[in-house]
């Protein structure tokens, strides 16, 4: 039993930023995201951000109002 279902939903409240999309960055997005958690996804390539955005694991960051300082200089290296 995971620490979600014996415990509530836990400390994290988000937003969350996934950097990377492939099958362990969604995967972490899709169990977030059924947990409740905003989940935003960052991914250098296109097609792997595409279908993760396509299977619910999050949005796509460029959609996150009012990021915080620090990524900006991320979002350029991606």
């Given at each position: ?7 509530g939903?836990?400390?994290l ?25 905003s ?14 955005v ?25």
């Amino acid at each position: 039993m995971s620490a979600f279902h014996s415990h509530g939903r836990g400390h994290l409240d988000g937003p969350v930023v996934v950097f990377g999309t492939g099958l362990l960055g969604a995967s972490i997005g899709l169990g977030l995201r059924g947990r409740g958690v905003s989940v935003f996804l960052s991914d250098p390539s296109p097609t792997n951000q595409a279908v993760a955005v396509d299977i619910g694991a999050g949005r796509p960051l460029s959609e996150l109002a009012n990021p915080p300082s620090w990524l900006s200089s991320r979002r350029h290296r991606t």
